[in-house]
């Protein structure tokens, strides 16, 4: 199947910069959508930023979190199953951890079948502190 791994993770402190990656293995066929999540201690899950590539909208879309607009960039490089999430600027109100999501066609290795789900990361914490 499909496996997410999250990295870039750590401490920062207020103005800084960190990156996230979100690499994804397995039988990967295309990308629907890659975007990233968070969710800070006693608070829901919250949309970060996606994109939506072609294959499911003519030439892509890209939504952001009004709080982190103008603040973090989000990316998918296509050929290295690697989606990344530029973060600029870090506020503590980003502290969270931060979990990568992506609707992804695959083969199913046993019966070579083309399916499409989401999958989620493990997430990677993200400190604001100074």
């Known amino acids: 199947q499909v496996r997410l791994v999250e990295s870039g993770g750590g401490l920062v402190q207020p103005g800084g910069s960190l990156r996230l990656s979100c690499a994804a293995s397995?039988?990967?066929?295309?990308?629907?959508?890659a975007g990233w999540y968070r969710q800070a201690p006693g608070k829901q899950r919250e949309l970060v930023a996606k994109?939506?590539?072609?294959?499911?909208?003519?030439?892509?879309?890209?939504t952001y979190a009004d709080s982190v607009k103008g603040r973090f960039i989000i990316s998918l490089d296509s050929a290295e199953n690697t989606a990344y999430l530029q973060m600029n600027n870090l506020k503590p109100e980003d502290t969270a951890n931060y979990y990568c999501?992506?609707?992804?066609?695959?083969?199913?290795?046993?019966?070579?079948?083309?399916?499409?789900?989401?999958?989620w990361g493990q997430g990677t914490q993200v400190t604001v502190s100074s």
């Open positions: 397995g039988s990967i066929y295309q990308f629907y959508t």
């Open positions: 999501n992506s609707t992804i066609q695959y083969r199913n290795n046993a019966d070579g079948v083309y399916y499409a789900r989401a999958f």
């Open positions: 994109i939506t590539t072609g294959a499911i909208i003519a030439g892509g879309s890209t």
